[in-house]
């Protein structure tokens, strides 16, 4: 009896591992995220009515469902990106430096929760556009910030917030993408006479 007893349970245990060797038996997988496909950019002159002009994505458009207080600020609707450029517009009436220690100021906003924050000055003598491009890596509201001037008269200042949590791993394909877009606008921003 007691080797019965024996042999059923080693039976017992042996199907207990043929069974759990099953390849069909599902494995969690870890979280993925949607990879956004976009077309390449194909370039148009935005010209704005407030004395300003700069290469955008066809795809990108002016958005004016977003009310932002100032008669020459706007909001680019990033299309396919699903995100925003807001931008600010100032004719100068102060110091300089009062304009870009606030420009400033927003960037350091998001200094707890960015794990870098880089920053690319920008000369166009010929074009008086004179600037700064800042690059915020991690999770943060707004991965990119940037401010252009002509250092007497005008000052602009915009950033880019994209409409989903921050997640940089998960976003790092979208900020690549979309920073070609920012590197032409602002190389190709004139200011209108």
């Known amino acids: 009896?007691?080797?019965?007893?024996?042999?059923?349970?080693?039976?017992?245990?042996?199907?207990?591992?043929l069974v759990s060797c099953n390849e069909d038996n599902p494995i969690p997988k870890p979280p993925t995220y949607l990879r956004v496909e976009v077309p390449e950019s194909v370039y148009g002159k935005y010209e704005d009515p407030c004395g300003f002009?700069?290469?955008?994505?066809?795809?990108?458009?002016?958005d004016t469902s977003k009310n932002i207080q100032g008669e020459c600020n706007r909001v680019i609707d990033l299309g396919p990106l699903n995100g925003s450029i807001f931008i600010y517009y100032w004719n100068i009436d102060k110091p300089l430096s009062f304009y870009i220690n606030n420009a400033?100021?927003?960037?350091?906003?998001?200094?707890?929760?960015?794990?870098?924050?880089?920053?690319?000055?920008?000369?166009?003598?010929?074009k008086r556009v004179f600037g700064t491009r800042f690059e915020l890596q991690g999770n943060v509201a707004t991965p990119f910030q940037f401010y252009i001037t002509d250092s007497t008269d005008r000052f602009l200042f915009a950033e880019v917030l994209f409409n989903c949590?921050?997640?940089?791993?998960?976003?790092?394909?979208?900020?690549?993408r979309f920073s070609k877009d920012l590197d032409e606008l602002i190389s190709s921003f004139e200011w209108k006479q």
């Open 1 to 17: 009896m007691r080797s019965n007893l024996l042999v059923k349970s080693l039976m017992l245990l042996l199907v207990t591992i």
């Open 53 to 62: 002009q700069f290469n955008l994505p066809e795809m990108f458009s002016l």
């Open 104 to 126: 400033n100021d927003e960037v350091g906003n998001h200094k707890l929760k960015a794990s870098f924050i880089g920053d690319e000055q920008f000369k166009y003598d010929e």
């Open 165 to 176: 949590t921050p997640n940089y791993d998960s976003l790092k394909p979208t900020l690549d």
